[in-house]
């Protein structure tokens, strides 16, 4: 059964965190202090009420074409070992996907553990969309925090170098403190870009962004999206709508080709239409607790 956590499932939720990843207490301390919230938890429960696998939902907002719109980080993925190969995360991933549609959640956005996980994620409509160690943009907060006179200085300085980014991952005055504790508890060691993957969950709202940026662009778009089903959305005049009918659209997308359109995610490799269309970026995310 998939339900919200609740402060008896808390420490199980902690417990499966730290059988299947192994972080230290350190970390784990301040993970469930600052970022961990039961409604913002689903777990799994088999045997007797036993919370056998969860995932977190973070939530952040990311510049996207000019404007900031919220999205909810996946986090802590696990189930224990014993309860593996029976579709338990794959409950949990879509029963996520569908709480972002109802909490008007446009996006979803993770970081795999390891590489071998990239497939298993596209199971799901992830793609790629954030490279690892992208070197347009290495960032520490060693130097801001050092030579600033409190939280709140050191704060506007960071908060300023990210909004000069498009396709950046923000982070807000709460998740900046956050992030200055776990640096003290590393030393503050450089962060370098991520390897991160983004499902789409609202392609009219994200496709809207784009037109609003590019309105010169026109064309009829059809999604077929493998959990939500086909959509067919125009774009024209700097917005996006909803098509009803079976009109012949202008190309055929999956939501993990748009989800990388619209990031911009390689695309000057890509032929035309999309090259033409959609330019490239250099999306940028990192001090996500890693």
Same mark, same amino acid.
């Given at each position: ?21 192994? %972080?230290? %207490? ?7 202090? &600052?970022?961990?919230?039961? &409604? ?12 056998? #696998? /969860? =995932?977190?939902?973070? !939530?952040? &907002? ?73 070197? @347009?943009? *290495?960032? $520490? ?11 709140? *200085? ?17 982070? /807000? ?20 870009? =991520? ?6 969950? %609202?392609?009219? =709202?994200?496709? +809207?962004?784009? #037109? ?10 059809? =999604?077929? %999206?493998?959990?939500? @089903?086909?959509?067919?959305? /125009?774009?024209?005049? @700097? $917005? ?7 009109? !012949? !659209?202008?190309?055929?997308?999956? &939501? ?7 990031? @911009?995610?390689?695309? +000057? ?9 959609? !330019? ?11």
């Amino acid at each position: 059964m998939i339900q919200f956590a609740n402060p008896h499932t808390r420490p199980a939720v902690r417990n499966i965190w730290k059988e299947v990843f192994g %972080d230290d %207490d350190v970390y784990m301390d301040l993970y469930f202090a &600052e970022k961990y919230e039961d &409604e913002n938890t689903l777990v799994a429960v088999e045997d007797n009420n036993k919370v056998v #696998a /969860s =995932l977190q939902m973070l !939530p952040y &907002e990311i510049t996207f074409y000019g404007s900031k719109i919220p999205f909810y980080y996946l986090a802590g993925l696990s189930t224990l070992p014993d309860y593996r190969g029976r579709g338990l995360m794959a409950q949990l991933i879509l029963k996520s996907h569908e709480l972002m549609l109802q909490r008007h959640i446009p996006l979803s956005i993770l970081v795999p553990a390891e590489r071998s996980l990239f497939a298993y994620y596209a199971r799901f409509g992830y793609a790629q969309t954030f490279r690892k160690n992208y070197i @347009g943009f *290495e960032f $520490s907060v060693k130097e801001i925090w050092k030579n600033s006179r409190d939280e709140n *200085e050191a704060y506007q300085i960071f908060d300023k170098t990210y909004n000069q980014h498009d396709f950046c991952v923000q982070k /807000s005055f709460s998740d900046f403190k956050t992030i200055i504790q776990q640096e003290n508890n590393e030393d503050f060691q450089p962060k370098l870009n =991520l390897s991160g993957l983004a499902r789409i969950i %609202d392609p009219e =709202l994200l496709l +809207h962004l784009y #037109a609003k940026k590019h309105p010169e662009n026109k064309f009829l778009v059809e =999604l077929q %999206d493998i959990q939500f @089903g086909r959509k067919l959305i /125009s774009v024209e005049n @700097g $917005s996006s709508k909803l098509i009803y009918g079976n009109f !012949p !659209p202008d190309f055929k997308v999956d &939501e993990k080709l748009l989800v990388q359109l619209l990031f @911009g995610f390689r695309t +000057h490799f890509m032929t035309d239409p999309f090259r033409s269309l959609f !330019p490239n970026h250099n999306p940028i995310m990192n001090y996500m607790l890693e």
